[in-house]
């Protein structure tokens, strides 16, 4: 049953490699759950499924990520009802934990310059590294649309770059003058020596010429945040919060910002707009005279 919902998720749905290896672990996770106390996943019953979320806050993990589980759980179970696995969905009438939405952490426009300061673009990784903190902070690129770029889904004359978001759907998304120009840069003093004959068509390049993985852009962006001097614990996702936050600061439409993050719903991107009206609140305490 496990291996019939994987295939359905891959083949019939089109979700990505990392949401199909983060359900997998979950259903693994309920099915050794099960089997320790005897019983086969298709006699869940809604009584199972709680005592499995009651463990998992026993092993300490937070509402957000109880809630999630409970979401794999109700793929599977709607996907298990619908192919006849199981005459009932034990999911159905379970609560999702309640957990409090929390504001994305970001970098003001300051640290982001010194971030991007950061690399050695004298050298052939720091070239390639500088090239991708300004792609993915200029176009609110996800890591993994970020090292899944080709070349040829850059397009320097019209000014902007194709991706391949959740759920194999493209997009395409302006990109500043700055972050094209390191590119081309990229492209011209660091690529040609990273590539090996048998290297894939993909914009950026290891040391060893082949995929950039998310593990190893993560490091980079620690590593240069720390030689930046910034204070907060970076990581990848937070250029991307950064990118929406900016353009919010400054006027732009939530919709056009909802197209360029790839959001399917529009309350997604409206996360953001509360960090501007948190911001503006700590302006306005620090400044007016009657606050």
Request: include cysteine.
């Amino acid at each position: 049953m496990i291996h019939a919902f994987l295939s359905y998720l891959r083949v019939e749905k089109g979700v990505s490699m990392n949401t199909h290896d983060a359900y997998r672990r979950d259903v693994e996770k309920f099915q050794e759950f099960t089997a320790k106390r005897r019983l086969r996943l298709e006699g869940a019953t809604r009584d199972t499924i709680v005592d499995f979320l009651r463990s998992l806050y026993d092993r300490k993990l937070d509402s957000r990520s109880v809630a999630r589980h409970l979401v794999t759980l109700r793929q599977f179970f709607r996907f298990a009802l619908i192919e006849g696995f199981v005459a009932e969905d034990p999911t159905e009438t379970v609560e999702s934990p309640r957990f409090r939405m929390g504001l994305p952490m970001f970098l003001s426009v300051e640290e982001v310059d010194r971030l991007l300061a950061a690399p050695d673009a004298g050298t052939i990784i720091g070239l390639r590294d500088k090239a991708m903190i300004e792609v993915m902070y200029s176009a609110g690129l996800r890591v993994s649309e970020l090292c899944g770029l080709r070349l040829s889904d850059i397009h320097f004359d019209s000014g902007y770059v194709r991706c391949l978001g959740k759920g194999n759907k493209e997009r395409l998304v302006p990109i500043g003058r700055q972050a094209l120009e390191i590119v081309q840069r990229y492209l011209r003093d660091s690529r040609p020596k990273l590539a090996r004959e048998d290297s894939p068509e993909l914009l950026f390049l290891n040391r060893h010429g082949g995929a950039c993985s998310r593990h190893s852009f993560w490091k980079t962006v620690s590593d240069c945040g720390k030689k930046a001097g910034l204070r907060k614990k970076l990581k990848p996702h937070m250029l991307r919060h950064s990118f929406a936050t900016h353009l919010l600061d400054r006027g732009a439409d939530l919709r056009a910002v909802q197209m360029m993050l790839g959001h399917t719903d529009i309350a997604t991107t409206q996360i953001y707009t509360h960090v501007v009206e948190e911001r503006l609140k700590q302006v306005y305490r620090a400044h007016h005279p009657r606050a």
